[in-house]
């Protein structure tokens, strides 16, 4: 079929669009919402060519050519309505696509991809990305840039800067030799820097403007990390079209501003790689067309927007990544991986109204680790039912130590021949069975749908909780007594009777760094500030690892040898050894150990325990020779309340909720305590030992004895 | 609807009571995916709203699935995820409504009510309250809706009375109902319009009057509900018809007037009864002063002298014919006067033949585009496939237009005939009635209009030609203004989102479920049987060459007989408001007149002289639209017409297409900065650029036409822009540009200081007061209720 583009006869194909053909004679055509091989609907009109005849723009990427059709495909005309339609798109893309502090950095030093590694904790590598730049005589514009400073204070990049570049400078000198990969690594980024830095190309660098003080407020409890950078950079630039297409048309500023209706870095973990933020959506609707039951429109006009409902986010698959046309969706890559903390779930107030619901409450509906938090204090502030009533029971007549997991209304408990159960927290149907095929006496932790479970025969697994397939394993020497610890970044901190505290990354199963000892490892790991583990050991060590590295960076002898863990609040960590006694330990700055005290010392031969302390802002409470709940205080050690249990204290730990204690006993009675007093408010007998931690959620409580009995009280 | 009768306690029981009922309603809707429109509409109707249980019961039992729900059920407007209160209050924001300061009545009613910033229901769960494109009772704005009843001239002093109105009208209607009494022998006949705009004048209370009067007279009349009239400002109307063949016309009625009336005209039954109410009657006038300004009395001039004109300017009537006589559901009557006449000889006629004369009358499509109807019709009829549709298009969402809405209640029946001649002739087997569902009345109607048709065999009869027989049903719209854009109004039947889609193709050449559809609006249809029954000449004759025919005009605004007129093709704009319309309201000047909604432009008054035609309206930057004139005085503001129309389609936009999406909403960026006196002079070019573009690159007619308003406003009335750039908005429209202030004139009455609802004007009599900028709302209550308009709009600057 023949056709005229700019006023040239061009012979194209009838059944092909006009976008296929003018390519393929040389146009340059962009596109945004158009995949040749995949579902599109016309939308972004980025790719629109002037129809002579009627004088309209059409879409060439919808457009079949007709007899006698006249087109023009790069006139100044439609040059100029491309990119207008690219002016109004980015007035509607609200991010930054470099970090301001980067852009205004005079020694270009990307300001955003150190501190991201910071966050990370890898100091190396962002000493690396950093390199020899100084900051001598600079007025900081950086900190000026911040978009930190609008919601509080700017981070303070210089003198983040500058403690990378002394320890960078320690950590490289130690771990040069070990890490092959960070060396590796290193060199891709400084490549990528160099491309990025010394191109001829000047970027087009979209703009996220002001927030507002909703969105002030929510950045401050979203960003908490040591650094509290707000991470500003896109992790999709690379990939982004829109940007590519601004830079060619020679867009510096949005003509027309930025106002979005979309809450702005909002960041939506779809799948464990696959991430959303609709403020960067240009509604193209790529992902919609072409994924079944997963993500859909919501709403119309200007306030339309992609969701992804909850329900649906196992039909997405992480391959959609590649369709998008901006950073909406990506991957995330490991080098540019933020906390997942800050990723939170939620699809727009319209549609569905449950994720409003878990995003509020979403501490006191998941209870996903056996002391409830990596840092173990046994403090939450979920409360407990006021006088709680048996609601429903479980028996299972098998042993079982480990400790119950509350996870999305489910809770699991796990018997000692490695039969994983879950029953609905509302009425104790069983809804889950699993056998893991060995002997468990561990406690294990989830995260989504994920569970992670060191077993035994001294394998450490990572299991799908939907299909009950394994995603990896990992052997150590020892059985494993201890719960592991998971990071939410990506990291799984578990100690083996092979007297190694191993540093695993938990999406891959890989050895990231192996801590040796010289006794087994009874406890789990307690984390201070997401970078180091403290644990201790049956000889009577504690020790402080660096996650980063897995090596011990310090540690302390106590009196007698460690079965239980440490418990952490703020700089100080509180731990129990097997005599009796009581230590507070305290952190400096840089993770090391500065000092320690006896908060309570062992009188006589039976105050053993192989409990843990809970912590709270001001007080520590132990179990205490043989029978006894002690509460002392923080900051002069004295006790400020004794309260002697009914039956022998065992393994199982106090818990702080809010303003109870709450307490089980080996003999198998669970007693709240109120925090000032000490007085009892509550008893229950169960008539059967005592050994797991319980677990407090969603307003309930779940108390697990030895023989498998799984109480629910509400 | 709420559970308040039910024995439900436990939340389970509740769910299962959900799960149960719905499974009750998908049995009776169906399963696929294309039923999800009629769906959710079954479970709003049941739940007042849509339960969560309710969809994910629909997610497990049909082929619908969760995207498909969201993306349906949050794009029409008619659904709702939250539940109501008790009783919804709907304040018609239409075009009319607008420029009589709708918005100033919904804040009365927020604030009558007590409602805080970002509720809808009042903490009582009472009332709801929310703003609602278009009611269609443009000539009585502003106009307000609670559940059912419809409420006129609601200005915002007025809206405890409504309410209260309300509240007394619910509670009569729990009490018992009479029961009818047998029928007798009539001794005349009284018609009454029972459309909405007389509906929201009062007609139910004259229904009543004249129920209550007969029954104490002992009369025994006819009381027939009939087609609107379209004198749709001077209603209540009745017309009195006695056996002797003489019809006296009694507009503007009171209720109590009406027994009067019906004692003129009719005999009481027995003669004890007469003197008695003769004798009560004079009682009565002699302690009223009734008896000076009685209704009887005065001039057959004087009293429907007004509405004369209004019909002498419309000397033939095609769609509308039969109006204020003929009642909407009687199909004999219909029959008798001609109906289906039609039908009857295209089933005996070779359609080519129809389309030929279709084609031959020049009949443009009325929905707005004003492409010609035959050519469609031989499109669809050409094409080759067995299997084809034609739909009635009766999504009229534009603000400021009801002429499909009257059409469809009052005249069902010649619709349905044109949708069934038109079937016949393209030879589809399937109709469809699409009509939204913001029109209740006319769905209802329509409903029944079919059920007697097929009552008489007219519906399922094949043609003597093609032995096929057509199968026509009604589809419900959800509340989608883009849902009038053909390709929109297809995705919305296959249950899917209205997003338009390029065309071509053409749904003549692939429309509903991918099968050749022809798609005409309602008024075109309904002209339909006219032209075959006088043949194409007869009707090619009336108009101009090149638009030929009536159009029906909804004509509202600032002029002093609004209503549903229907008036050759080539009548001018002037000939319309002066002599149909009677001139302007209050004597002020004509400014401009607004057609075509949305997707129109403003006409000047100097270029009102030209005549109404498809082609004249284009060059003049506007379109003929579905037919709506909302007459704009000197005391409206162009650019807040703009920026109404331009807020109006942002909102319905369907999200789709880049520019309509977001080029409309930055549209509304610069008119809200302008009309809130932020605007730069540089602003109105890069208005016009932004505007200019998006005609030229949107996706569907909606996106190209949405810039019209702005266009030719800046066309005509540039110089107000340029003002408001300035700071200034000369007519005080804009809110935030102006304050109230009080002249010299006052005499310190305080009237103005009792009314005001914000305690903005301090009590000092028989001193002038100073208003309160800080606390006054802008509510106008003070400029009504002063008598010696000492209180006007200032501008800020």
Not at chain 1, 704 to 711: E, F, H, I, S, V
Not at chain 2, 611 to 632: E, K, Y
Request: with cysteine.
């Amino acid at each position: 079929m023949k056709i005229t583009v700019n006023q040239q006869p061009l012979d194209v194909s009838p059944h092909r669009p006009l976008i296929e053909s003018l390519r393929a004679a040389g146009y340059d055509i962009p596109s945004m919402c158009y995949a040749s091989d995949r579902r599109h609907q016309p939308s972004c009109m980025v790719c629109m060519v002037k129809d002579v005849h009627t004088g309209q723009m059409i879409p060439s990427c919808s457009t079949l050519p007709r007899e006698g059709m006249e087109i023009e495909a790069d006139t100044e005309e439609v040059l100029g309505m491309r990119r207008q339609a690219l002016e109004l798109l980015l007035s509607d893309h609200r991010a930054d696509c470099e970090a301001p502090c980067t852009i205004v950095c005079p020694q270009s030093i990307d300001v955003a991809r150190v501190l991201l590694h910071y966050d990370r904790g890898e100091l190396s590598a962002a000493a690396a990305e950093l390199g020899d730049k100084s900051c001598d005589g600079c007025k900081a514009p950086c900190e000026r840039a911040c978009r930190r400073r609008t919601v509080d204070a700017a981070v303070s990049i210089r003198s983040l800067l500058d403690e990378v570049r002394r320890e960078g400078q320690q950590v490289s000198r130690s771990t040069s030799q070990q890490d092959n990969r960070s060396t590796s690594h290193q060199d891709s980024l400084s490549q990528r820097v160099d491309l990025l830095t010394c191109g001829p190309v000047d970027l087009f660098n979209s703009r996220l403007g002001r927030f507002t003080d909703a969105e002030k407020e929510r950045m401050k409890q979203l960003y908490t990390q040591p650094s509290r950078c707000l991470h500003c950079a896109c992790e999709g630039n690379e990939k982004c079209r829109l940007r590519e297409l601004a830079t060619k048309a020679g867009i510096r500023m949005p003509k027309y501003g930025v106002q979005s209706s979309l809450p702005v870095k909002e960041r939506i973990k779809v799948t464990e790689r696959l991430v959303y933020e609709p403020a960067k959506c240009i509604r193209c609707g790529l992902c919609v067309y072409n994924t079944d039951d997963g993500f859909t429109f919501e709403r119309r006009g200007f306030d339309m927007r992609v969701v992804i409902p909850e329900e649906s986010k196992s039909h997405v698959g992480d391959e959609v990544a590649r369709l998008c046309p901006t950073g909406a969706l990506h991957l995330r890559v490991l080098t540019l991986l933020l906390p997942l903390l800050m990723l939170f779930s939620g699809c727009g107030q319209g549609g569905q109204n449950s994720s409003k619901r878990e995003n509020s409450n979403m501490g006191t509906h998941e209870w996903t680790s056996f002391r409830g938090g990596t840092s173990l204090a046994g403090y939450t502030s979920n409360p407990l039912p006021d006088s709680p009533r048996l609601l429903w029971e479980y028996r299972h007549g098998v042993r079982t130590v480990a400790a119950p997991i509350v996870s999305q209304g489910t809770v699991y408990m796990c018997d000692k021949h490695g039969q994983l159960r879950g029953f609905s927290i509302a009425d104790g149907t069983p809804t889950y069975s699993l056998d893991l095929g060995g002997d468990v006496e561990a406690p294990f932790v989830t995260a989504d749908t994920l569970l992670y479970i060191g077993q035994m025969d001294g394998q450490v697994r990572a299991l799908s909780l939907t299909d009950g397939a394994e995603l990896w394993h990992f052997e150590t020497e020892g059985q494993i007594l201890a719960s592991p610890t998971l990071l939410p970044r990506g990291v799984l901190v578990v100690g083996s009777y092979d007297n190694t505290m191993y540093t695993l990354d938990s999406r891959t199963g890989n050895a990231v760094g192996r801590a040796s000892t010289g006794y087994y490892i009874n406890g789990a790991a307690a984390i201070w500030r997401d970078t180091f583990a403290l644990f201790g050991g049956c000889d009577a060590w504690l020790r402080v690892s660096d996650l980063r590295t897995g090596l011990v960076t310090d540690s302390i002898r106590l009196d007698a040898y460690l079965p239980a863990s440490p418990a952490l609040e703020g700089d100080f960590a509180y731990v129990n050894d097997y005599q009796g006694n009581l230590y507070e330990i305290r952190f400096t700055k840089d993770g090391h150990i500065g000092g320690h005290r006896k908060m309570l010392a062992a009188e006589g031969d039976e105050g053993g325990t192989t409990s843990m302390p809970a912590v709270t802002a001001d007080a520590v409470f132990v179990l205490a020779e043989g029978r006894f709940l002690v509460c002392i205080d923080r900051a002069d050690a004295h006790v400020r309340w004794k309260q002697m249990l009914r039956g022998d204290v065992g393994e199982c730990s106090p818990l702080v909720c809010a303003d109870r204690v709450l307490v089980c006993t080996r003999t198998g009675i669970i007693s709240i305590h109120d925090v000032r007093t000490g007085r009892c408010l509550w008893t229950y007998e169960t008539g059967e030992q005592i050994v797991a931690s319980p677990a407090v959620a969603a307003g309930k409580i779940f108390v697990l004895t030895a023989r498998g009995t799984l109480l629910c009280f509400s | 609807m709420s559970c308040e009768n039910c024995k439900i306690t436990s939340p389970d029981e509740a769910r299962q009571s959900i799960r149960l009922r719905t499974d009750a309603l998908i049995e009776r809707v169906g399963r696929r995916r294309d039923c999800i429109i009629p769906l959710l509409q079954a479970i709003q109707g049941e739940f007042n709203y849509l339960p969560a249980d309710a969809l994910e019961r629909v997610y497990e039992t049909t082929a619908i699935d969760r995207a498909q729900a969201i993306s349906v059920a949050t794009f029409y407007g008619q659904f709702r995820m939250m539940p109501y209160g008790r009783h919804t209050i709907r304040v018609c924001c239409g075009t009319a409504c607008h420029v009589k300061g709708a918005n100033t009545v919904y804040d009365a009613f927020r604030r009558e009510l007590s409602m805080t910033d970002d509720t809808i229901t009042t903490s009582d769960g009472r009332y709801s309250v929310e703003k609602i494109a278009c009611l269609g009772c443009c000539a009585l704005a502003p106009v307000v809706q609670i559940d059912n009843r419809i409420f006129g001239h609601v200005q915002p002093g007025r809206v405890r009375e409504v309410l209260n109105a309300f509240e007394e009208a619910e509670q009569q209607a729990d009490d018992s109902r009479h029961a009818r009494r047998p029928a007798q022998e009539p001794q005349g006949e009284i018609r009454l319009g029972m459309e909405n705009c007389c509906q929201a004048s009062g007609t139910a209370e004259i229904r009543e009057a004249v129920e209550r009067a007969c029954r104490e007279l002992g009369i025994h009349v006819t009381l027939k509900p009939v087609s609107c009239v379209g004198a749709c400002g001077q209603v209540p109307l009745i017309d009195v018809a006695t056996p002797d063949g003489h019809i006296t016309r009694y507009p503007n009625l009171q209720p109590d007037q009406v027994k009067e009336i019906l004692l003129h005209h009719f005999r009481p039954a027995s003669p004890l009864r007469r003197l008695f109410s003769i004798a009560m009657n004079s009682v009565d006038n002699l302690h009223t002063d009734q008896t000076w300004d009685n209704i009887l009395y005065l001039p057959e001039e004087l009293r429907t002298g007004r509405l004369r004109p209004f019909f002498d300017g419309q000397p033939l009537r095609i769609s509308t014919e039969g109006y204020g006589l003929m009642n909407p559901l009687d199909i004999d009557e219909y029959i008798h006067r001609g109906g289906f006449e039609a039908l009857r000889r295209v089933l005996s006629t070779e359609p080519q033949t129809v389309i030929d004369e279709v084609l031959r009358s020049g009949i443009r499509g009325r929905g707005g585009g004003g492409f010609w109807a035959g050519r469609k019709w031989q499109l669809v009829a050409d094409a080759d496939d067995d299997e084809k549709y034609v739909i009635c298009n009766g999504d009229e969402g534009d603000p400021g237009a009801f002429m499909d809405r009257i059409l469809l209640e009052s005249y069902p029946l010649r619709v349905i005939e044109g949708l069934l001649i038109a079937a016949h002739a393209v030879g589809a087997r399937r109709a469809i009635l699409y009509i939204r569902a913001e029109y209740p009345q006319a769905v209802i109607r329509v409903r029944r209009a079919l059920e007697l048709c097929r009552q008489r065999g007219l519906v399922e009869i094949g043609s003597e030609v093609r032995s096929e027989k057509v199968e026509v049903s009604i589809f419900e719209g959800a509340g989608a203004f883009v849902c009038g854009e053909e390709t929109a109004l297809i995705a919305s039947i296959e249950g899917r989102r209205g997003f338009p889609s390029l065309r071509p193709p053409y749904p003549a050449e692939k429309g509903l479920f991918g099968h050749p559809t022809l798609i005409n609006n309602v008024e075109t249809l309904s002209q339909i049987p006219h032209i075959i029954l006088n043949g194409a000449d007869s009707y090619a004759s009336v108009g101009t060459p090149r638009s030929t025919g009536t159009k029906v005009f909804a004509l509202a605004g600032k002029v002093r007989r609004g209503g549903l007129i229907e008036v050759p093709m080539g009548t001018t704009l002037r000939q319309i408001v002066d002599q149909i319309g009677g001139g302007m309201e209050g004597n002020v000047l004509l400014k401009a007149v607004q057609t075509g909604g949305p997707s129109g432009g403003c006409i000047p008054a100097e270029l009102c002289d030209a005549p109404v035609d498809f082609d004249a309206l284009a060059s003049m930057g506007t379109i003929m639209g579905s037919g709506g004139l909302v007459v704009l005085s000197a005391d409206d503001c162009m650019v807040d017409v703009a920026r109404y129309f331009v807020r109006f389609v942002s909102g319905e936009s369907c999200g789709k297409c880049t520019f309509c999406r977001v080029g409309v909403k930055r549209m509304l960026d610069i008119l809200d900065r302008l009309a809130t006196g932020q605007g730069t002079m540089d602003d109105i070019n890069r208005l016009e650029e932004l505007a200019r573009d998006i005609s030229r690159a949107s996706l569907c007619g909606l996106g190209r036409s949405a810039p019209n308003p702005v266009l030719s406003t800046l066309r005509y009335f540039r110089h107000e822009y340029e003002q408001h750039a300035q700071g200034k908005c000369p007519t005080g429209s804009c809110r935030q540009m102006v304050h109230l202030a009080v002249t010299d004139d006052c005499i310190g009455c305080t009237k103005c200081a009792q009314v005001c609802p914000a305690d903005a004007v301090p009590f000092t009599p028989y001193q002038r007061p100073t208003i309160d900028t800080t606390r006054c709302t802008l509510c106008g209550l003070c400029l009504e209720a002063c008598d010696l308009n000492a209180i006007r709009y200032e501008n800020n600057r």
